[in-house]
C-alpha cells in the first residue's frame, strides 16, 4: 500500500513570496497534520484537518493557512515568506480510529528553502 | 503547556551494545506516548506506541519502551543494537483528549560503529 506522499520534494523561493504544499493520505485516512521541522529540532505541530474541518492549529501565524479536500488531500499554505520558515514540512495522516488511539503516520516531507 | 525533554542529543555506542534512551514529558492528563524513527535518507517510521494497558511495550526491530506514569517517562530500549540502528529517535506525546498534536522531544542521533 502507498503510504502518505507530498510534493514537491524540494522548492526554494525567496523572501515575500507565497508557497503551496500537498499531501495525499494514506488510503482510507481521513485526517491529515501537519507538521514543521528545523533542522536539529524535532517536529512542530502546525494543523490538523478532519473531514475537511480544522481541529487543532498550532503556535503559528496567520500567514500559515491549510485546507482539506473531499478525497482528504490537504494543502499547506504560506504567504509572505521569511527566512525562518525554510524547514521540512511533514504530513502526517491519521484514519483516527478514535479520539485516544488516533496514530500518524509521516510522508517524506517537503524540504522549503527561503533565501 | 505540554513539553517533552530527550536527555541525550547525541550517542554513539558499538554494535551489541544495550541502549536506553531517555524521555520524559510534562502533562497532568492522560497521554498516548510514541517513538518515531528516522534512518538516514528516509522518514519518520513508527516505532512503538504506548495507548494503556501493559506499560512495557514492543515495537519494531527487537525495540520496546516502558512507561512508568510516576516518573512522566517513556524511555526506550533495545538489548543489543546494530550498525543498522543507526538513526534519529523521536520521543513524541499526544494528550489522549486531543485527536492530533503530537509534541515531539528535540530527538536523539544514535551513531553505532561496526
Known amino acids: 500500500d502507498a503510504g502518505v506522499t507530498q510534493s514537491p520534494t524540494h522548492l526554494i523561493k525567496t523572501r515575500g513570496q507565497h508557497v503551496t504544499l500537498r499531501c495525499s493520505p494514506i488510503s482510507g485516512h481521513k485526517s491529515v497534520s501537519w507538521y514543521q521541522q528545523v533542522l536539529g529540532q524535532g517536529p512542530q505541530f502546525i494543523f490538523q484537518y478532519y473531514e475537511k474541518e480544522e481541529r487543532g492549529r498550532g503556535n503559528f501565524p496567520d500567514r500559515f493557512s491549510a485546507r482539506q479536500f473531499p478525497n482528504y488531500s490537504s494543502e499547506l499554505n504560506v504567504n509572505a515568506l521569511l527566512l525562518g520558515d525554510s524547514a521540512l514540512y511533514l504530513c502526517?495522516?491519521?484514519?483516527?480510529?478514535?479520539?485516544?488511539?488516533?496514530?500518524?503516520?509521516f510522508g517524506p516531507g517537503t524540504r522549503l528553502t527561503v533565501l | 503547556a505540554q513539553s517533552v525533554s530527550q536527555h541525550n542529543h547525541h550517542v554513539i555506542l558499538s554494535e551489541a551494545a544495550s541502549l536506553e534512551l531517555g524521555c520524559n514529558y510534562s502533562y497532568g492528563g492522560t497521554v498516548n506516548l510514541f517513538w518515531y524513527v528516522q534512518y538516514p535518507g528516509q522518514h519518520l517510521q513508527l516505532l512503538l506506541k504506548y495507548f494503556s494497558g501493559d506499560p512495557l511495550v514492543k515495537g519494531i526491530k527487537g525495540f520496546e519502551a516502558e512507561f512508568i506514569k510516576s516518573k512522566f517517562s517513556f524511555n526506550l530500549r533495545k538489548p543489543s543494537v546494530q550498525w543498522s540502528d543507526t538513526a534519529e529517535y523521536f520521543c513524541?506525546?499526544?494528550?489522549?483528549?486531543?485527536?492530533?498534536?503530537?509534541?515531539f522531544g528535540q530527538g536523539t542521533t544514535l551513531q553505532v560503529k561496526p
Open positions: 513524541a506525546v499526544k494528550a489522549s483528549s486531543n485527536t492530533g498534536k503530537l509534541i
Open positions: 502526517a495522516s491519521s484514519i483516527p480510529s478514535g479520539a485516544s488511539t488516533d496514530t500518524q503516520y
